[in-house]
């Protein structure tokens, strides 16, 4: 799933993709999630310190505050070994398409296998799949700890505490579609209302400060976790499914284009917490994402080596994605 909170800084979006967004994927079924591990032609591959950095690499990414947080972490790295890094801001249909159609190099944001399973399902066969690089996220409905229901069953019964609305993100996120399934299935009187993450946060914060009710669509991580006491209501039907993972796509023909940039984000692989703390120090006064995600890097010397000195053609040392396709 995500998902964004944080004012952008990235550069401008090249026209065509905005014409990829206004047409947006739907339906399907989604692909395998685990990390798979390329193998050059002669079987022994170069490490990416060996390989010649350069050129540009175009980071496709959604404006959601995790998405935000490991675009500028990856961006941070391969800037430091000397590649120049676009960040292009697009909606959720769009991040795929641009990879599939070779307006974009790469993503490390893709929610999978269900979040946007319909997205992956139509472009899967014209990218690469390099894995999960997170493991164990989460979605599903959220409310502060203060609200005496439990499951999204008892939504319906208290439709009117919760002004008969659920608030939600940009339509064009996958959680949105999953919530509208939810609605549909539990036989929910609430309006899904659209909007972004950080309208999304705005509402969940005046509400918690008058001490009202209220029901938003959530992921874990999520900043939103370490700042208030929130909880996700269970799930029974099972819309929502139960974790997912982050993965990192690729156009078709990166490594051998870049060799170099397709070792490191196919090594690229980090955890919850490591996220939590990019997008708490996002949140800081005179911060950014970008600040933010330097400095963790600085900080993280072992962990960002890892990446640096992979195998171009060895397997990943992430585990593979366990999660089922809900």
């Given at each position: 799933?995500?998902?964004?909170?944080?004012?952008?800084?990235?550069?401008?979006?090249?026209?065509?993709l905005?014409?990829?967004?206004?047409?947006?994927?739907?339906?399907?079924s989604?692909?395998?999630?685990?990390?798979?591990?390329?193998?050059?032609?002669?079987?022994?591959?170069?490490?990416?310190?060996?390989?010649?950095?350069?050129?540009?690499?175009k980071?496709?990414?959604?404006?959601?505050?995790?998405?935000?947080?490991?675009?500028?972490?990856?961006?941070?790295?391969?800037?430091?070994?000397?590649?120049?890094?676009?960040?292009?801001?697009?909606?959720?249909?769009?991040m795929?398409?641009?990879?599939?159609?070779?307006?974009?190099?790469?993503?490390?944001?893709?929610?999978?296998?269900?979040?946007?399973?319909?997205?992956?399902?139509?472009?899967?066969?014209?990218?690469?799949?390099?894995?999960?690089?997170?493991?164990?996220?989460?979605?599903?409905?959220?409310?502060?700890d203060?609200?005496?229901?439990?499951?999204?069953?008892?939504?319906?019964?208290?439709?009117?505490?919760?002004?008969?609305?659920?608030?939600?993100?940009?339509?064009?996120?996958?959680?949105?579609?999953?919530?509208?399934?939810?609605?549909?299935?539990?036989?929910?009187?609430?309006?899904?209302?659209?909007?972004?993450?950080?309208?999304?946060?705005?509402?969940?914060?005046?509400?918690?400060?008058?001490?009202?009710?209220?029901?938003?669509?959530?992921w874990?991580?999520?900043?939103?976790?370490?700042?208030?006491?929130?909880?996700?209501?269970?799930?029974?039907?099972?819309?929502?499914?139960?974790?997912?993972?982050?993965?990192t796509?690729?156009?078709?023909?990166?490594?051998?284009?870049?060799?170099?940039?397709?070792?490191?984000?196919?090594?690229?692989?980090?955890?919850?917490?490591?996220?939590?703390?990019?997008?708490?120090?996002?949140?800081?006064p005179?911060?950014?994402?970008?600040?933010?995600?330097?400095?963790?890097?600085?900080?993280?010397?072992?962990?960002?080596?890892?990446?640096?000195?992979?195998?171009?053609?060895?397997?990943?040392?992430?585990?593979?994605?366990?999660?089922?396709?809900?």
């Open positions: 799933m995500i998902r964004n909170m944080f004012k952008p800084y990235v550069i401008a979006m090249p026209m065509v905005a014409a990829l967004a206004l047409s947006a994927c739907s339906g399907g989604n692909g395998n999630a685990s990390r798979t591990a390329a193998t050059s032609a002669s079987g022994a591959g170069a490490s990416t310190s060996s390989a010649k950095p350069g050129g540009t690499v980071l496709a990414y959604v404006e959601w505050s995790s998405c935000t947080a490991a675009t500028n972490v990856a961006k941070a790295v391969l800037e430091k070994q000397g590649y120049k890094v676009d960040a292009i801001s697009v909606s959720g249909a769009a795929y398409s641009a990879i599939a159609n070779n307006d974009a190099d790469a993503t490390v944001c893709a929610w999978l296998p269900s979040t946007q399973a319909n997205y992956y399902a139509k472009t899967k066969d014209r990218l690469e799949n390099l894995g999960a690089n997170m493991n164990g996220t989460k979605l599903g409905l959220v409310v502060p203060y609200v005496n229901i439990d499951s999204i069953e008892q939504l319906k019964a208290n439709a009117d505490k919760f002004d008969n609305r659920i608030v939600g993100i940009d339509p064009g996120a996958g959680e949105m579609d999953l919530t509208q399934k939810a609605i549909k299935q539990y036989g929910l009187p609430l309006k899904l209302v659209s909007g972004s993450g950080a309208t999304m946060t705005a509402a969940l914060k005046s509400a918690i400060d008058n001490h009202k009710w209220i029901v938003v669509t959530g874990t991580p999520h900043w939103m976790w370490a700042r208030w006491k929130l909880k996700y209501l269970a799930d029974p039907k099972d819309v929502y499914g139960g974790s997912e993972n982050i993965d796509l690729v156009r078709k023909g990166l490594k051998k284009d870049n060799p170099g940039a397709y070792a490191i984000l196919n090594a690229f692989h980090w955890t919850a917490k490591d996220m939590q703390q990019v997008m708490a120090a996002a949140r800081e005179d911060s950014s994402p970008a600040k933010a995600a330097r400095q963790w890097v600085s900080t993280h010397v072992a962990k960002v080596d890892s990446w640096t000195t992979a195998p171009a053609s060895g397997a990943s040392s992430m585990p593979a994605a366990t999660s089922s396709a809900h």
